[in-house]
């Protein structure tokens, strides 16, 4: 079965300043990976997403993240942080089992940033 | 021009009642899924239908069923509500085969007294 780690409840950056939110995976066979942003009281927002090709992929708002083989990693990044970048974020996993594919999302992690 | 959209946006009910969470996507998708979010924000699976075919259902009680009337429709209908059915409930919906990612709707905030 598939499984994501996001190892930090919590990351806290000054505005203007570059973020990283972590991300591990496990998972059978070639990994689809995700990123999605939930602010309060809202749905969840795609960001971005790894599916083959070029390890680092873009995505929306300014936000990338690099795909690591053989760190089982993605973790997602963004070069100048913004006030308004403050919200949940969660990392996903597509997956297969016998009753077919599935998303799997990890715990999620709080991006605080701060003026 | 909302792409997924559910409704109510608040449901506060009983114990014991029987309620439903509509949703409908406008994107053409040939997927949708129900996510049920507790409340420390972990995000669960609850079922998923393609082409009105139930292929994923986790380990969900029984008193929780998904019907889908047509591709652009999932709703789901809950019997006998409990305590612990206090959630928010997310639809999505997602072009397997292609492009792969799934686009969320607003949640329905499920409170149960």
């Known amino acids: 079965a598939q499984s994501v780690a996001q190892p930090e409840d919590q990351v806290n950056v000054a505005e203007g300043n570059p973020l990283t939110v972590k991300c591990t995976y496990s998972?059978?066979?070639?990994?689809?990976l995700f990123w999605y942003v939930q602010y309060p009281n809202r749905g969840l927002q795609f960001l971005l997403k790894y599916i083959t090709g070029d390890n680092l992929v873009k995505g929306s708002y300014g936000f990338e993240a690099e795909f690591n083989k053989s760190q089982t990693s993605f973790h997602l990044k963004k070069p100048s942080a913004l006030v308004s970048d403050s919200a949940l974020y969660f990392c996903a996993v597509r997956g297969y089992n016998n009753a077919g594919n599935m998303l799997t999302f990890g715990g999620g992690t709080r991006l605080m940033v701060k003026p | 021009d909302t792409a997924v959209s559910q409704t109510p946006k608040y449901l506060v009910t009983q114990m014991g009642n029987d309620k439903s969470i509509k949703c409908e996507q406008n994107?053409?998708?040939?997927?949708m899924y129900w996510y049920k979010q507790d409340s420390k924000k972990f995000l669960k699976i609850m079922f998923s239908y393609n082409n009105k075919e139930l292929i994923i259902n986790e380990t969900v009680p029984n008193r929780f069923s998904p019907k889908s009337p047509d591709k652009a429709h999932l709703n789901l209908h809950i019997n006998s509500l409990e305590l612990g059915d206090s959630a928010v409930y997310f639809c999505?919906?997602?072009?397997?085969?292609?492009?792969?990612?799934?686009?969320f709707g607003p949640g329905t905030r499920l409170t149960v007294t």
């Open positions: 994107l053409g998708h040939d997927t």
């Open positions: 999505a919906s997602s072009q397997e085969d292609t492009s792969y990612e799934q686009y």
């Open positions: 998972v059978s066979g070639n990994p689809y």
